[in-house]
């Protein structure tokens, strides 16, 4: 239980972390182009078997893992943009309820069982995404950025649906193997954006973007090699509803009580369905 604890602790450290990016002129993408370097090199490091470079584009998973890698940088700056203008609550509910998606996806690609409980979840998961964004005057938000946790919402989903789908297709033994080619393209992808910014756009390198980026990573590696650890010891369905619960619970506590975000009272209902949801659809 301990491993899963570290875990939930890292993974809303993150959400804390690009809330206090916005505070100290911390550039996004710098700052996670930086923690793609640490978590693509825990990926390679923990590797047991041996690989080539070489020879890495000859698996049969490698253009997925291109799209995904693409995907991951994209999803992962709309996860920071929200986290600093929605807020680290409404953030968090939109990114664990995007589990919605690939199970819809699983029914009807794979014929996944649709029972009682799994459905009630699913229709629970869209009430509490309708009240969890419901525009209060309580909640002093900009209209335009609730664009953000929906393009979060969908963007997790469609990766989680694309996983999902490489995995029943293509994966064998060399499940980290193609996690850490999705994490080196999503280093490529923001390097070469970072290039376009500094010879195109004159957009300057800070070293504090890089120590952002460092600690970013090393949260990042905390949460994914914790939560390998915790689903070597416990089932998956033990693992992830109590991962998914914890960290929606304990970043609208966090947002709440160190950042003061204030949600109306039909919100904090919105977010209580999710976890009922989150519960609902890992139990089915």
Do not use: C
């Given at each position: 239980?301990?491993?899963?604890?570290?875990?939930?602790?890292s993974s809303?450290?993150?959400?804390?972390?690009?809330?206090?990016?916005?505070?100290?002129?911390?550039?996004?993408?710098?700052?996670?182009?930086?923690?793609y370097?640490?978590a693509?090199?825990?990926?390679f490091?923990?590797?047991?078997?041996?690989?080539?470079?070489?020879?890495?584009?000859?698996?049969?998973w490698?253009?997925?893992?291109?799209?995904?890698?693409?995907?991951?940088?994209?999803?992962?700056?709309?996860?920071?943009?929200?986290?600093?203008?929605?807020?680290?609550s409404?953030?968090?509910?939109?990114?664990?309820?995007?589990?919605?998606i690939?199970?819809?996806?699983?029914?009807?690609?794979?014929?996944?069982?649709?029972?009682?409980?799994?459905a009630?979840?699913?229709?629970?998961?869209?009430?509490?995404?309708y009240?969890?964004f419901?525009?209060?005057?309580?909640?002093?938000?900009h209209?335009?950025?609730?664009i953000?946790?929906?393009?979060?919402?969908?963007?997790?989903?469609?990766?989680?649906t694309?996983?999902?789908?490489?995995?029943h297709?293509?994966?064998?033994?060399?499940?980290?193997?193609?996690l850490?080619?999705?994490?080196?393209?999503?280093?490529?992808?923001?390097?070469?954006v970072?290039?376009?910014?500094?010879?195109?756009?004159?957009?300057?390198i800070?070293?504090?973007?890089?120590?952002?980026?460092?600690?970013?990573?090393?949260?990042?590696?905390?949460?994914?090699?914790?939560?390998?650890?915790a689903?070597?010891?416990?089932?998956?369905?033990?693992?992830?509803?109590?991962?998914?619960?914890?960290?929606?619970?304990?970043?609208?506590?966090?947002?709440?009580?160190?950042?003061?975000?204030?949600?109306?009272?039909?919100?904090?209902?919105?977010?209580?369905?999710?976890i009922?949801?989150?519960?609902?659809?890992?139990?089915?």
């Amino acid at each position: 239980m301990v491993y899963l604890i570290i875990s939930i602790l890292s993974s809303t450290a993150i959400f804390i972390s690009f809330k206090l990016f916005e505070r100290y002129r911390i550039d996004n993408l710098q700052a996670i182009v930086f923690n793609y370097v640490i978590a693509a090199g825990f990926g390679f490091l923990i590797y047991e078997s041996e690989f080539s470079f070489q020879t890495l584009h000859q698996n049969s998973w490698f253009p997925n893992a291109i799209i995904i890698g693409i995907a991951f940088i994209v999803a992962f700056n709309i996860f920071a943009l929200s986290t600093q203008k929605v807020g680290i609550s409404i953030t968090a509910v939109s990114s664990k309820m995007s589990v919605v998606i690939p199970i819809v996806f699983a029914v009807i690609l794979y014929h996944d069982k649709m029972n009682l409980l799994k459905a009630v979840g699913i229709i629970i998961a869209f009430f509490a995404f309708y009240l969890t964004f419901k525009q209060n005057i309580q909640l002093k938000l900009h209209r335009r950025f609730i664009i953000l946790p929906v393009l979060l919402f969908i963007s997790n989903g469609t990766i989680d649906t694309l996983l999902k789908l490489t995995e029943h297709r293509h994966i064998n033994d060399d499940l980290i193997l193609f996690l850490s080619m999705i994490f080196l393209v999503a280093l490529g992808a923001g390097l070469l954006v970072l290039l376009v910014n500094y010879f195109f756009v004159k957009k300057k390198i800070h070293f504090r973007n890089i120590i952002a980026g460092t600690i970013l990573g090393l949260l990042n590696f905390s949460a994914t090699y914790y939560f390998l650890k915790a689903l070597g010891i416990f089932q998956s369905s033990v693992v992830f509803p109590i991962l998914n619960v914890g960290i929606v619970a304990l970043s609208a506590l966090t947002a709440f009580f160190i950042f003061k975000e204030k949600l109306a009272l039909i919100n904090w209902i919105g977010i209580f369905l999710a976890i009922i949801a989150i519960l609902a659809i890992a139990y089915a």
